[in-house]
């Protein structure tokens, strides 16, 4: 996992910010920290099992989270780069959309902290682009996640 960008394991319950250029492996780097691939450690003709990598990582740090990943414990949330397209195909209103993907119940400190008081009861697809990048925030935001993704 250093290998993607030299990136440092995110410690658990700290935050972590992945910025770069494109092409360098950020998206790489969440699709590991959900699980959906393996670390190749630099090496992508070597197909690694979960009980080498954990064999690689005993007594680290790093260990107990390539073991949370494997057993399906980490959790990612993520806002869609286009935010646009939510528009199109989102019906209903702001609120009822919100509280339908609340599983934190933080329902009410996310609307005051994104200030999304006003546009609570206007309908999903008269929302303007920012408006819709604040809903869609404020979506991943409420879901049960340990790691969160936004694209700008």
Same mark, same amino acid.
């Given at each position: 996992? !250093?290998?993607? &960008?030299? @990136?440092?394991?995110?410690?658990?319950?700290?935050? %972590?910010?992945?910025?770069?250029? =494109? *092409?360098?492996?950020?998206?790489?780097?969440?699709?590991?920290?959900?699980?959906?691939?393996?670390?190749?450690?630099?090496?992508?003709?070597?197909?690694?099992?979960? !009980?080498?990598? &954990?064999? @690689?990582?005993?007594?680290?740090?790093?260990?107990? %989270?390539?073991?949370?990943?494997? =057993? *399906?414990?980490?959790?990612?949330?993520?806002?869609?780069?286009?935010?646009?397209?939510?528009?199109?195909?989102?019906?209903?209103?702001?609120?009822?959309?919100?509280?339908?993907?609340?599983?934190?119940?933080?329902?009410?400190?996310?609307?005051?902290? %994104?200030?999304?008081?006003?546009?609570?009861?206007?309908?999903?697809?008269?929302?303007?682009?920012?408006?819709?990048?604040?809903?869609?925030?404020?979506?991943?935001?409420?879901?049960?996640?340990?790691?969160?993704?936004?694209?700008?």
């Amino acid at each position: 996992m !250093e290998k993607v &960008l030299q @990136l440092n394991y995110p410690a658990f319950g700290s935050i %972590l910010g992945i910025l770069g250029r =494109n *092409g360098i492996g950020k998206s790489t780097a969440i699709k590991i920290l959900a699980g959906n691939i393996k670390p190749n450690l630099g090496e992508s003709e070597i197909e690694r099992s979960w !009980e080498d990598l &954990l064999k @690689l990582y005993k007594g680290t740090e790093i260990y107990k %989270l390539l073991e949370r990943i494997k =057993n *399906g414990e980490v959790k990612v949330a993520y806002k869609p780069q286009a935010v646009d397209l939510l528009t199109k195909k989102s019906e209903g209103k702001v609120i009822d959309m919100l509280r339908k993907v609340d599983q934190r119940n933080k329902f009410d400190i996310i609307v005051k902290e %994104l200030t999304m008081e006003s546009i609570l009861d206007r309908e999903l697809s008269q929302l303007s682009g920012g408006e819709m990048q604040r809903v869609a925030i404020a979506a991943t935001i409420l879901k049960e996640a340990i790691i969160l993704r936004y694209y700008f």
